[in-house]
C-alpha cells in the first residue's frame, strides 16, 4: 500500500516536472518546484474553504454571512465535508512530499532552544546548521499533521451523525473544533512568518525561487548544500554578502 502510494506521488512529481516550469534568475535558487507548489496552494484553498464554510455552520447568527458565498446554508452543510476531504487529501500528498525534510534533528532540538530568540527577531540571520526546514517549520507542519488525523476522524464520524452513538457526535463536535482552531492559529502564524517576518519567503510559493542572500540568512545548511553541487562556474559567479 505505501509503496503504491509512493508511486503515485513519484509519478506525480515527474509529471508536474514535465509540464511545469520555474524560471530561476541568476543570483537565486529554486525552492519549491510546481509540484509542490500546487500542493501548498491546494491546501491553503481548501483549508481556507473549510474554516469559512465551518464557521457559517457552527454559529450561524454570527457568521450569517458567510452562508451567501457558498449558496445558502442548505448548500454549505453540504459543501463543507467536501471542502474538508479535499484538504486531507491534498494534505496527504504534502505530508508524503515533505516528508523527509520534515524529520527531527539534534539540529532542532538545539534550535528551539533559541526559540524566544527567533520569535522577537533578536538575530538577523539563523543558526549555521539549519537546514531546508528550521524546527519551527517542522513543528507546525507536525501539528497540522495531528490536526488534520483528527480533523479527519471527526468529520467522518459528524458527516454521518445519523448511524453514530451520540456521545461520540458530542466528542467529536468538541475535538473537531479544537483541531481547526488549532489549525487556525498556525495558520495565521505561518502567513506571518512567510510575509512581514521574513520577506522574500512568499515569492518562494508563488515564483518557487528564493535569493541567495534570502537562503544565506535563513537556511544556511540548505544554502551550502545546494551552493556546493553547483557547477563550477555559477559557484565563481554568485554574489557575496556585503
Do not use: C
Not at 110 to 117: H, P, T, V
Not at 123 to 146: C, D, H, M, R, V
Amino acid at each position: 500500500m505505501s509503496s503504491s502510494v509512493e508511486r503515485i506521488d513519484r509519478e506525480a512529481r515527474e509529471e508536474f516536472g514535465r509540464r511545469g516550469r520555474t524560471v530561476v534568475h541568476r543570483g537565486e535558487l529554486l525552492r519549491h518546484p510546481v509540484y509542490t507548489r500546487v500542493l501548498h496552494w491546494s491546501v491553503a484553498i481548501s483549508f481556507v474553504l473549510s474554516l469559512l464554510s465551518g464557521f457559517a455552520i457552527y454559529s450561524p447568527w454570527l457568521y450569517r454571512w458567510l452562508t451567501p458565498l457558498f449558496g445558502g446554508g442548505a448548500m454549505t452543510r453540504f459543501l463543507h465535508p467536501w471542502f474538508g476531504l479535499a484538504f486531507t487529501i491534498a494534505f496527504f500528498f504534502q505530508f508524503l512530499n515533505w516528508f523527509a525534510p520534515m524529520r527531527w534533528t539534534s539540529a532542532d532540538s538545539r534550535w528551539m532552544r533559541r526559540l524566544r530568540a527567533y520569535v522577537t527577531n533578536q538575530e538577523k540571520s539563523e543558526p549555521k546548521e539549519t537546514g531546508f526546514f528550521n524546527a519551527g517549520q517542522k513543528l507546525y507542519f507536525w501539528l497540522i499533521a495531528l490536526s488534520a488525523i483528527l480533523f479527519l476522524i471527526t468529520g467522518v464520524l459528524l458527516w454521518f451523525d445519523d448511524v453514530v452513538l451520540r456521545w461520540l457526535v458530542a466528542v467529536s463536535y468538541v475535538v473537531h473544533d479544537l483541531a481547526a482552531l488549532i489549525m487556525l492559529a498556525g495558520f495565521i502564524i505561518h502567513i506571518y512568518e512567510g510575509t512581514a517576518a521574513a520577506p522574500g519567503t512568499f515569492r518562494s510559493m508563488t515564483d518557487g525561487t528564493v535569493t541567495r542572500d534570502w537562503a544565506r540568512t535563513h537556511h544556511p545548511a540548505w544554502y551550502e548544500e545546494v551552493a556546493k553541487n553547483e557547477p563550477r562556474e555559477d559557484r565563481d559567479n554568485r554574489p557575496t554578502s556585503t
